[in-house]
């Protein structure tokens, strides 16, 4: 491999590993402030609807033992969501590892789409299907799922593509 080349390949894999580690500690910021929200929410949600009992003076008319279970699912769901970036954040970690350890370059870099080369627009009249040759008219043929004997005149070809359009 040519130095260029090698070079290259360097600060590929240099920047795609700058990126991944940005992405990283993004996410593990992102997973802590939301776990600190939900905390704070948490807390907040507590001592407001003791307030609010306390202010009613129906304490023993509400329910605490169903408050308590709701809070203790809504903690059992924060803590899925937590171990959800987690996992994701060890997903991104062997990525880089992956890439780390990778040699071949690819023509297309991991995170950009792959773009499809648009289909033509099928030729619809006879004039413009004339302007074709009989390699490519069979080349349409084909594209509609036409069987086309092999010895056919180019009139014939035509004929046959309009009449199973």
Do not use: F
């Not at 289909?119 to 302007?131: F, G, I, Q, R, S």
Request: net charge negative; aromatic share 0%.
């Amino acid at each position: 491999m040519s130095k260029k080349r090698q070079s290259v390949v360097k600060n590929l894999l240099a920047k795609s590993e700058e990126r991944v580690t940005e992405v990283r500690e993004q996410l593990v910021k992102s997973a802590e402030d939301l776990k600190d929200r939900v905390n704070n929410a948490v807390e907040s949600g507590k001592n407001k609807g003791q307030d609010l009992i306390d202010k009613i003076n129906i304490g023993k008319a509400v329910d605490l033992d169903t408050l308590r279970g709701r809070l203790e699912g809504l903690e059992q769901d924060l803590e899925t969501l937590v171990s959800d970036l987690q996992e994701r954040i060890g997903d991104l970690s062997q990525r880089v590892a992956d890439l780390r350890g990778a040699r071949v370059v690819t023509e297309v870099p991991a995170n950009e789409p792959v773009i499809a080369e648009t289909p033509v627009p099928a030729v619809e009249t006879a004039a413009d299907l004339a302007e074709n040759t009989v390699a490519v008219l069979r080349t349409i043929a084909a594209d509609r799922n036409i069987d086309v004997p092999r010895r056919i005149r180019k009139a014939e070809l035509i004929n046959l593509i309009l009449a199973n359009n």
